[in-house]
Structures are given as C-alpha cells and as structure tokens.
C-alpha cells in the first residue's frame, strides 16, 4: 500500500513484472505531485489497484498504464516522452477529470493520435521532433492556447471517407496540416464530384489544393468570372 502526498513523485521504471499499484484510499494519501512511468521489455505495464489524483505531471517515457481510475488536479500535465506512444486512452487521457495541459515531447517521433473527443483547459505544446494527430472524426478543444514548435508536420488533422477531424482552438499563426477527404465521381451532372471550396485562412494560394493524380485527371479548378459570367478553368493561362 501506498502512501501519496501532494508533495509526492514518484517514478516506476525497470524491466521486472512490476504487479500492481494499491494507494491508500485515506484522504490526501491517494495523490501524488508527480508520477514518471519508464518501463521497458515484454512486462511494461503498470497496473493501479485503485483511484490516485495527479496534481503535478504525469509523465510517460515508456511503458503503459492499466487499470482503475486516474484523474488529475486543476493544474495537471499529461506528457508524453516516448517513441513507443502512437495513441492516447482513456486510462491517462480520461474524459471527466482529466489533464489541464498536454505536452508532446520531441520523443514521440512516431506521432501521438488522440483515440477519442477531448477537451483540455490549458496549452498544447508540441516540442519540435513530436507530433499530435487528430483523426477522422475525432473532436479536440484547447480552451487555452497551442504552443506548436514542431511545425506543419507536428500538428495534423485527418480526413477521410467516413469524416473529418476537428480542432477548435483561439491561438492564431499555429503551424498545421489539415487534411480534406472529397468524393469524386462523373456519374452525371446532378451527382458529380464537383465541390465549391473555400480557403479556411487567408493568402491562400490555389496551388496549394492541387491533387495527385493521372496527366488531365489530377484536379478541375474553376473560378467564377463575374465580369464574363462563366466559370473559368483554373488551367487556363489568363485565369486570375
């Protein structure tokens, strides 16, 4: 059993079967300021027995949680500081209680991908060599603000056939790469795979929409000329 505090840490690492982490259920005894997971090998994982509050940081570098509940104090971090991390859960990232930063060190190279809707209070940083990657369908708030060092290639939102990812933030000038899945399709006129687009920022250039694809298949850009009243080809040279 054992005893936290709030001016507790704690870090697990080691490659041995650690068994499972019992915190004493007394007030003020099942929290801790910090707590570092760095376990490696086949018995990686740490098991909690029962509840513990995390007040400070909880840091991943390698190894998982499994387990009972986790919940974090007003000001917690979740960070993680690992290659081997490709997706959040719920056991560290918990829908009610959760962290109020999350921190993508330069380690997580491979990308972290958030498994489901989430919404944080505080700073999403991305250090420079980590990445956060929103999947289709997934919703992620930042009621606070977005620290991306990491660039375009460190923040990405996904689409595909079955939907688009959603960031809602209110930092401006944020690096990112936002993905669009668009049907395609020439069955007839009414049910073609003509879109009307818009730019989501502003100094867009046209060229930045363009698809891959095979020579005269790849994409259709048209303009709308209000003077000649026609749609004009973005192929044609005195398109503007």
């Not at 956060?132 to 660039?151: E, M």
Request: glycine share 14%.
């Amino acid at each position: 059993m054992f005893k936290g505090s709030s001016l507790s840490s704690l870090i697990i690492n080691g490659v041995n079967a650690f068994g499972t982490l019992n915190f004493s259920q007394t007030a003020g005894e099942n929290v801790l300021k910090d707590l570092t997971i760095n376990r490696t090998g086949d018995e990686g994982s740490v098991s909690l027995g029962n509840s513990v509050t995390i007040l400070g940081t909880l840091t991943l570098s390698n190894g998982i949680i499994n387990g009972t509940s986790l919940s974090y104090g007003s000001s917690g971090i979740l960070k993680y500081n690992g290659a081997n991390y490709i997706k959040t859960s719920d056991i560290e990232f918990p829908s009610s209680a959760g962290p109020k930063d999350l921190t993508i060190s330069e380690l997580c190279t491979s990308s972290i991908g958030l498994h489901d809707n989430r919404t944080i209070s505080g700073i999403l940083t991305i250090i420079e060599g980590g990445g956060f990657v929103i999947p289709p369908l997934k919703q992620f708030t930042v009621s606070g603000s977005i620290d991306n060092s990491a660039g375009q290639n460190g923040l990405i939102i996904q689409s595909d056939g079955t939907g688009t990812g959603s960031l809602i933030q209110n930092s401006s000038e944020i690096s990112a790469t936002i993905h669009r899945y668009m049907t395609g399709g020439w069955d007839n006129l009414t049910y073609s795979g003509w879109h009307q687009i818009s730019s989501p920022i502003s100094d867009q250039a046209i060229s930045g929409f363009e698809s891959s694809g095979a020579e005269g298949d790849n994409y259709d850009f048209y303009g709308w000329n209000e003077v000649d009243n026609l749609w004009m080809n973005y192929k044609e040279p005195d398109f503007s």
